[in-house]
């Protein structure tokens, strides 16, 4: 199995890019604004509402549990001994009460597990009722903006305790500063409000909002089900409420960090939360059809370090017309917004003529475009050499009195990573017949290779890299290598096999030469070390019949060792460590890049001594440059899998991060700094030979997270996530956060989620502002969509004219030059 067929599924075409740029840009000029309720004005300056609040309580749902709502003391602290309105949920958690309240203060709702015992909770990991124990409880909170008549809606839930939490801790306590201050903090770290989002299990949730929390309160469990946070004395319940208090310590509003205590007492509290959300990700049962990338941005928040972790100033309450304050703030601050976005980017994303990321971008991708780290290329040609030598080692020893020798394959034409033999000429005419005879080795480095089928027969192509090695009287062995297509032809009924094609991919050159040196732990014995030097034909594009480069120049050192990998108590497989430099030219003379190994180390087959995969692949420090561009960075291949088809070792795991920089006139200018992490799942149970569908697919989650400069612009911090499945033609998911930080500081924090339509629905949207609670959705491809602060609508933007039209009538341009 390639990369290359998921990549022709993967080309799902973005649901008008504009149109979400545009939306992203609206809720970022909106900051500053808005309530959280849907509204009747009491007109004659009246400051009291009459509230009808709703909700689920949940953890998982609540059964059987006391809800009561209290007013906030003049001191910042709930007021337990007076309640405003009580009830009791029912058995699927819901809610309702009513109660007055005075505009703009705060009101906690607290759930309680009744001292009888009879409260229960729909536990995620069991999948059972368990009671909670006397003394449980959860709270949320509510600030009416707007007097009259209110409905509106809180969800309860450890995450609605750790907004409480967070504002009860502030200086003041639970004023209505520090209470929007919290819910935006705890909101940016989640990438949805918790107070506001309803509260349902995996299997019934239906907005990606709901999805999302519904991810979250499973991971709760599975870390009161691991005893989690010192959370493993008592029973069920008892874990549970443990679990809760602690995410409920570990909140405030100056962090998106979650931690409690200090010193050596320290707990780190979003660690703990993001292990048990990756164990619910990666366990169907937990996260049912939710997409792992619906969660990309609270695992890279979960993940922030020092001043990443600081949080966005929450928008300012609202005043007396908050509608008014949220379009006076988009009028204010769209000039500045449209500033930085026109000069970061410019519109169609491929001019050297505008915008300061899309000069960088441009002139990388001029300098980048078409070349592949050649990683690949060092891994098997390198390995594939290693392993002719110890095949010519071993039989001259006396060790074994095999003529052949490969990596991967069945037997009857399967794909092989490499295979090689000993002849008797440099033509790899004659296969050798033991020591007497064997004076040539010949290899071949698999990089792509199809199978078709007769009637007959099977038949395999494959584009290869082709070695003749030929021992040296020093224990140096020289080769030459050409690129070739070679095809074979493999009998059903005898399982013999011939070459019927071995074509050379580039008949105008000299072959390829060099030389590989051997360090031997004793005379014709174990590789211990080696050297590399001399030329590599050009390499093999990848999912390409074609080559994408002229040849190469290798420099390569490296120490060979056995040692125990982790997958057993006696499991080993063999790694290099090496270093070196791997150069990549075009034609003759004009080279186009530069793969530096720094350090390293690289797996020299996919399994153990044992037939065992091994645990990492490549874990390799680098430098790629080319003559206008370069990424300096870590590269890593991990936890190997072997498809149902029994032909191929797959890695499930990689990442790639560093930086990316531009160069001209000898200065260099870093404009990213990015982490791509590609996590396969599936792949045990995929078989490459038959064709893809609902029962025979594998999915991959891809996360892009890190940062964008600009000369003298404001920072772009980002996290992107897709999920896909290789029968799909677009993707399950796709997530997106933003955060722009002028000075160090964050200033918004735009969050998104896409999702394409199946049979029978259309493709949803849904875009967040945290700090200002501003929300834009939409479904399908409607030619306009509404603008929203908390639940009031403020404004419709038109997506042919790229007007945002306010509900007082008045106006903007979202055209920002995208």
Same mark, same amino acid.
């Given at each position: 199995?390639?990369?290359?067929?998921?990549?022709?599924?993967?080309?799902?075409?973005?649901?008008?890019?504009?149109?979400?740029?545009?939306?992203?840009?609206?809720?970022?000029?909106?900051?500053?604004?808005?309530?959280?309720?849907?509204?009747?004005?009491?007109?004659?300056?009246?400051?009291?509402?009459?509230?009808?609040?709703?909700?689920?309580?949940?953890?998982?749902?609540?059964?059987?549990?006391?809800?009561?709502?209290?007013?906030?003391?003049?001191?910042?602290?709930?007021?337990?001994?007076?309640?405003?309105?009580?009830?009791?949920?029912?058995?699927?958690?819901?809610?309702?009460?009513?109660?007055?309240?005075?505009?703009?203060?705060?009101?906690?709702?607290?759930?309680?597990?009744?001292?009888?015992?009879?409260?229960?909770?729909?536990?995620?990991?069991?999948?059972?009722?368990?009671?909670?124990?006397?003394?449980?409880?959860?709270?949320?909170?509510?600030?009416?903006?707007?007097?009259?008549?209110?409905?509106?809606?809180?969800?309860?839930?450890?995450?609605?305790?750790?907004?409480?939490?967070?504002?009860?801790?502030?200086?003041?306590?639970?004023?209505?500063?520090?209470?929007?201050?919290?819910?935006?903090?705890?909101?940016?770290?989640?990438?949805?409000?918790?107070?506001?989002?309803?509260?349902?299990?995996?299997?019934?949730?239906?907005?990606?909002?709901?999805?999302?929390?519904?991810?979250?309160?499973?991971?709760?469990?599975?870390?009161?089900?691991?005893?989690?946070?010192?959370?493993?004395?008592?029973?069920?319940?008892?874990?549970?409420?443990?679990?809760?208090?602690?995410?409920?310590?570990?909140?405030?509003?100056?962090?998106?960090?979650?931690?409690?205590?200090?010193?050596?007492?320290?707990?780190?509290?979003?660690?703990?939360?993001?292990?048990?959300?990756?164990?619910?990700?990666?366990?169907?049962?937990?996260?049912?059809?939710?997409?792992?990338?619906?969660?990309?941005?609270?695992?890279?928040?979960?993940?922030?370090?020092?001043?990443?972790?600081?949080?966005?100033?929450?928008?300012?309450?609202?005043?007396?017309?908050?509608?008014?304050?949220?379009?006076?703030?988009?009028?204010?601050?769209?000039?500045?917004?449209?500033?930085?976005?026109?000069?970061?980017?410019?519109?169609?994303?491929?001019?050297?003529?505008?915008?300061?990321?899309?000069?960088?971008?441009?002139?990388?991708?001029?300098?980048?475009?078409?070349?592949?780290?050649?990683?690949?290329?060092?891994?098997?040609?390198?390995?594939?050499?290693?392993?002719?030598?110890?095949?010519?080692?071993?039989?001259?020893?006396?060790?074994?009195?095999?003529?052949?020798?490969?990596?991967?394959?069945?037997?009857?034409?399967?794909?092989?990573?490499?295979?090689?033999?000993?002849?008797?000429?440099?033509?790899?005419?004659?296969?050798?017949?033991?020591?007497?005879?064997?004076?040539?080795?010949?290899?071949?480095?698999?990089?792509?290779?199809?199978?078709?089928?007769?009637?007959?027969?099977?038949?395999?192509?494959?584009?290869?890299?082709?070695?003749?090695?030929?021992?040296?009287?020093?224990?140096?062995?020289?080769?030459?290598?050409?690129?070739?297509?070679?095809?074979?032809?493999?009998?059903?009924?005898?399982?013999?096999?011939?070459?019927?094609?071995?074509?050379?991919?580039?008949?105008?050159?000299?072959?390829?030469?060099?030389?590989?040196?051997?360090?031997?732990?004793?005379?014709?014995?174990?590789?211990?070390?080696?050297?590399?030097?001399?030329?590599?034909?050009?390499?093999?594009?990848?999912?390409?019949?074609?080559?994408?480069?002229?040849? &190469?120049?290798?420099?390569?050192?490296?120490?060979?060792?056995?040692?125990?990998?982790?997958?057993?108590?006696?499991?080993?497989?063999?790694?290099?460590?090496?270093?070196?430099?791997?150069?990549?030219?075009?034609?003759?003379?004009?080279?186009?890049?530069?793969?530096?190994?720094?350090?390293?180390?690289?797996?020299?087959?996919?399994?153990?001594?044992?037939?065992?995969?091994?645990?990492?692949?490549?874990?390799?420090?680098?430098?790629?440059?080319?003559?206008?561009?370069?990424?300096?960075?870590?590269?890593?291949?991990?936890?190997?899998?072997?498809?149902?088809?029994?032909?191929?070792?797959?890695?499930?795991?990689?990442?790639?991060?560093?930086?990316?920089?531009?160069?001209?006139?000898?200065?260099?200018?870093?404009?990213?700094?990015?982490?791509?992490?590609?996590?396969?799942?599936?792949?045990?149970?995929?078989?490459?030979?038959?064709?893809?569908?609902?029962?025979?697919?594998?999915?991959?989650?891809?996360?892009?997270?890190?940062?964008?400069?600009?000369?003298?612009?404001?920072?772009?911090?980002?996290?992107?996530?897709?999920?896909? &499945?290789?029968?799909?033609?677009?993707?399950?998911?796709?997530?997106?956060?933003?955060?722009?930080?002028?000075?160090?500081?964050?200033?918004?924090?735009?969050?998104?989620?896409?999702?394409?339509?199946?049979?029978?629905?259309?493709?949803?949207?849904?875009?967040?502002?945290?700090?200002?609670?501003?929300?834009?959705?939409?479904?399908?491809?409607?030619?306009?969509?509404?603008?929203?602060?908390?639940?009031?609508?403020?404004?419709?933007?038109?997506?042919?004219?790229?007007?945002?039209?306010?509900?007082?009538?008045?106006?903007?341009?979202?055209?920002?030059?995208?």
């Amino acid at each position: 199995m390639t990369y290359a067929s998921f990549r022709r599924r993967a080309s799902w075409r973005p649901l008008t890019l504009s149109t979400t740029l545009i939306a992203a840009a609206a809720l970022a000029a909106c900051g500053g604004g808005g309530g959280s309720d849907d509204s009747t004005t009491g007109g004659g300056g009246t400051t009291t509402s009459a509230v009808a609040l709703s909700g689920t309580a949940s953890k998982g749902l609540m059964a059987n549990a006391d809800v009561k709502v209290h007013p906030v003391a003049a001191d910042g602290s709930v007021d337990l001994t007076t309640t405003l309105a009580s009830t009791t949920t029912d058995a699927e958690g819901r809610y309702s009460l009513s109660f007055d309240a005075t505009v703009s203060r705060p009101y906690v709702v607290r759930v309680s597990a009744k001292a009888d015992g009879s409260t229960t909770h729909l536990d995620e990991v069991t999948g059972t009722a368990q009671p909670l124990p006397a003394g449980f409880s959860m709270r949320s909170v509510i600030t009416p903006s707007q007097a009259g008549t209110v409905t509106t809606s809180a969800s309860i839930t450890p995450f609605s305790e750790m907004v409480v939490a967070a504002a009860e801790r502030a200086g003041g306590g639970i004023s209505a500063g520090n209470t929007a201050q919290a819910v935006s903090t705890v909101s940016q770290l989640l990438g949805f409000d918790p107070t506001a989002v309803s509260a349902r299990p995996v299997g019934s949730a239906q907005s990606e909002d709901e999805k999302k929390m519904a991810v979250m309160l499973a991971a709760v469990s599975q870390m009161a089900s691991g005893g989690q946070l010192g959370c493993g004395d008592g029973d069920a319940g008892a874990r549970t409420r443990c679990v809760v208090e602690a995410l409920s310590a570990s909140a405030s509003t100056s962090s998106l960090k979650l931690a409690s205590g200090s010193g050596g007492a320290a707990v780190d509290v979003s660690g703990a939360l993001s292990s048990a959300l990756g164990t619910v990700l990666t366990t169907p049962k937990l996260s049912g059809s939710v997409p792992g990338s619906l969660l990309a941005g609270v695992i890279a928040n979960l993940g922030c370090k020092d001043s990443g972790c600081t949080p966005a100033a929450a928008g300012g309450s609202g005043g007396s017309d908050p509608t008014a304050t949220a379009i006076a703030a988009a009028r204010l601050l769209f000039n500045e917004i449209r500033s930085d976005w026109g000069a970061m980017f410019s519109r169609g994303g491929a001019s050297l003529s505008g915008g300061a990321v899309n000069i960088q971008a441009w002139q990388f991708r001029s300098a980048m475009e078409g070349i592949e780290v050649p990683v690949d290329m060092l891994v098997k040609d390198t390995g594939t050499m290693l392993m002719g030598v110890d095949l010519y080692n071993d039989l001259m020893a006396g060790r074994s009195t095999q003529t052949t020798r490969s990596r991967g394959g069945d037997g009857q034409g399967g794909p092989v990573a490499g295979a090689c033999g000993l002849f008797t000429a440099t033509d790899l005419s004659t296969r050798a017949t033991g020591t007497a005879d064997a004076r040539v080795v010949g290899c071949r480095a698999v990089y792509r290779s199809s199978r078709s089928f007769t009637q007959n027969a099977i038949v395999t192509t494959e584009w290869v890299h082709g070695f003749t090695l030929e021992p040296q009287a020093d224990g140096s062995f020289t080769y030459v290598s050409r690129a070739r297509q070679r095809v074979s032809s493999c009998d059903y009924s005898s399982g013999a096999c011939t070459v019927t094609a071995n074509t050379v991919l580039q008949p105008q050159l000299e072959a390829s030469a060099g030389r590989l040196v051997p360090t031997l732990d004793t005379p014709l014995g174990t590789i211990r070390g080696f050297t590399l030097a001399g030329d590599l034909p050009g390499g093999v594009g990848k999912g390409s019949d074609t080559l994408g480069s002229h040849h &190469h120049a290798i420099a390569l050192t490296g120490s060979i060792s056995t040692a125990a990998d982790g997958l057993s108590a006696t499991s080993q497989s063999d790694t290099y460590a090496v270093s070196g430099t791997l150069k990549a030219y075009s034609d003759a003379s004009t080279e186009i890049g530069t793969l530096t190994l720094r350090s390293g180390q690289l797996a020299m087959s996919t399994l153990t001594a044992g037939g065992a995969p091994v645990g990492t692949l490549a874990d390799l420090n680098l430098l790629w440059t080319t003559p206008g561009a370069e990424f300096e960075g870590t590269f890593k291949l991990k936890d190997v899998v072997l498809t149902r088809s029994g032909e191929s070792w797959l890695p499930t795991f990689g990442q790639l991060s560093g930086a990316l920089r531009t160069t001209r006139d000898g200065v260099s200018t870093e404009f990213l700094k990015a982490t791509l992490e590609a996590r396969i799942s599936g792949a045990g149970s995929y078989d490459e030979r038959e064709a893809d569908s609902a029962g025979n697919r594998f999915g991959v989650d891809l996360t892009l997270t890190g940062t964008v400069t600009a000369p003298q612009r404001p920072v772009l911090e980002f996290t992107l996530g897709t999920t896909m &499945h290789s029968d799909q033609e677009s993707p399950d998911a796709v997530s997106f956060q933003y955060r722009t930080l002028v000075g160090g500081t964050p200033r918004m924090v735009v969050s998104g989620t896409a999702t394409p339509g199946s049979e029978g629905s259309d493709a949803r949207f849904m875009l967040r502002e945290a700090t200002s609670k501003l929300s834009l959705g939409w479904t399908g491809q409607p030619s306009s969509a509404e603008l929203k602060a908390g639940d009031t609508l403020i404004g419709r933007i038109d997506a042919s004219t790229r007007m945002l039209t306010f509900t007082d009538g008045s106006f903007v341009s979202l055209d920002i030059g995208l």
